[in-house]
């Protein structure tokens, strides 16, 4: 059983930042409530307000697949339809 690593950051378009920012306090809630999560941190980079750092770890490669599953038809997945993702994952 592998812990699995996600990170890297997301830029948002800047016309849609209020409803990111406004979304991501119940994402984080829900993610951090899931089964299997470690820890989940996104925070808003000093430097670019536009981009969030991510960071995730997850007891295994179920309980990662689990929360992308989840996440994908979430409202989070929703309301960030146009933010750019760029991750690395290890472990998988």
């Known amino acids: 059983m592998n812990k699995i690593i996600l990170r890297g950051h997301i830029l948002v378009p800047e016309p849609e930042l209020g409803q990111v920012r406004q979304a991501l306090n119940e994402h984080i809630e829900l993610t951090r409530a899931e089964p299997g999560c470690i820890v989940f941190e996104v925070t808003q980079n000093p430097d670019n307000p536009l981009r969030f ?40």
């Open 53 to 92: 750092d991510v960071y995730e770890e997850f007891i295994d490669a179920e309980a990662f697949r689990q929360h992308q599953h989840r996440v994908s038809a979430s409202m989070w997945a929703a309301q960030t339809q146009n933010v750019s993702r760029h991750y690395g994952v290890e472990g998988l």
